[in-house]
C-alpha cells in the first residue's frame, strides 16, 4: 500500500475528516450547522428566542433519527438556564459558550 507523506505533517490519509455542514431534509426539516470531526457528528439549532421549546428542535429530531451516529443536538438560544429537551438534545443559553 502505497502512503502519503508530507515532512512535518501528518499523512492527509490519517488526518480526520472535518467539516461544516448546514441540512435540508426533503420534508422540509433543517439544522442549521452540522460539525463532522472524523466519524463524530453534532447538530447545532440556533434561536434568537429567550425560551427554549420543544418546536426549536423539530429539525434536531429528525436529524438524529436519520443519522444514528450522531452524538448529539444542541439548540444554541438567547435564554438563561441549560434545559434537556430530548434524549440526545440539550439546550445551551449562547452566553454559556461565549464566554
Do not use: N
Request: hydrophobic share 40%; aromatic share 8%; glycine share 8%.
Amino acid at each position: 500500500m502505497d502512503r502519503v507523506h508530507a515532512p512535518g505533517r501528518r499523512a492527509s490519509c490519517c488526518r480526520p475528516r472535518r467539516g461544516l455542514y448546514h441540512w435540508d431534509s426533503q420534508a422540509g426539516a433543517t439544522v442549521d450547522f452540522v460539525l463532522e470531526w472524523g466519524r463524530s457528528l453534532l447538530a447545532i439549532e440556533v434561536k434568537l428566542s429567550q425560551t427554549a421549546r420543544y418546536d426549536d428542535v423539530r429539525g434536531l429530531e429528525r436529524f438524529l433519527q436519520s443519522h444514528p451516529a450522531c452524538h448529539a443536538g444542541v439548540l444554541v438560544y438567547a435564554g438563561s438556564e441549560i434545559a434537556r429537551l430530548g434524549e440526545k438534545i440539550v439546550a445551551v443559553p449562547w452566553t454559556a459558550i461565549a464566554r
